[in-house]
């Protein structure tokens, strides 16, 4: 019921009608988006899905592990950017260090199986203003080897990092790169409305028994994951840099690095 209709234009391609409304990204309304946590609530917690678990869980180490270390490796400055030893004043470890410090295997265990939107990001998100309703837009076609069933943190995560580098903010280049010797710094702007829908990420997860630190773990791995992957090089930077710095406080769990906003 979350999806427009379907036509198929070609072999590779479909489309669909247009929708009249606002991208979830844009709303600044807090009660439209405690009405779409409550989607989120219907869609995913009260469709948990029985599934074969040892698939699930290997095409969870597929989703995490294998393609985080594919895509790391395949970042074309991965040794330059890897040598930084601080970033924002912040100490870091090399990548595959911090990497192996990761726990997969408790990754995959804590997985939930529910019918999955794979990039739940809130601009894939249209709150259509002719129906009062919201619609989801470029679904992911599998969670490894899974036409339907994924792990719904995986799409937590996709919403999280979302709220911390929204689409718009990188179309305009507002964030910024600086490198020198072995130290870098990044900034980028942030929106309020997304920092005010974060929390009420984190109060809907609290409610609901879901392990938020477990989702800022995910998604320093998501951000990871992106860095290699867009044609902008000073964009790819900020993400390996960004990303890194996240995995390092999810992963120390510094005490004074604690703080829900994850100011830069």
């Keep these: 019921p979350y999806v427009p209709s379907i036509d198929k234009i070609s072999p590779h391609f479909y489309g669909y009608d247009y929708i009249s409304g606002a991208r979830l990204s844009d709303l600044c309304d807090n009660r439209l988006w405690i009405e779409f946590f409550h989607l989120i609530d219907t869609m995913y917690l009260a469709n948990i899905q029985d599934c074969d678990l040892e698939a699930f869980q290997n095409n969870c180490m597929q989703m995490y592990y294998g393609k985080t270390h594919e895509r790391i490796n395949s970042h074309t400055e991965l040794n330059k950017l890897d040598a930084i030893k601080t970033i924002n004043g912040y100490q870091v470890q090399p990548i595959q260090k911090l990497l192996d410090m990761v726990d997969w295997l408790k990754i995959t265990q804590k997985a939930i199986p529910t019918i999955l939107h794979g990039d739940l990001q809130p601009e894939n998100v ?39 580098i929204n689409g718009e903010v990188v179309r305009n280049h507002r964030y910024k790169v600086n490198i020198q010797n072995n130290a870098g710094e990044i900034e980028m702007h942030i929106r309020t409305n997304l920092m005010d829908a974060r929390e009420l990420l984190k109060k809907f997860c609290d409610n609901k028994g879901l392990d938020f630190k477990h989702i800022q773990l995910l998604t320093a791995i998501t951000i990871l ?40």
């Design 225 to 264: 994951n992106i860095s290699s992957k867009h044609s902008n090089k000073e964009f790819n930077r900020f993400l390996f840099l960004y990303g890194k710095l996240l995995l390092t406080k999810a992963i120390i769990k510094d005490e004074n690095n604690q703080k829900l906003n994850s100011t830069i």
């Design 126 to 164: 249209i709150y259509d203003t002719d129906n009062d309703r919201f619609v989801l837009i470029d679904w992911r076609d599998r969670f490894g080897d899974d036409l339907y069933v994924g792990d719904i943190y995986y799409d937590l995560s996709k919403l999280d990092h979302a709220l911390l």
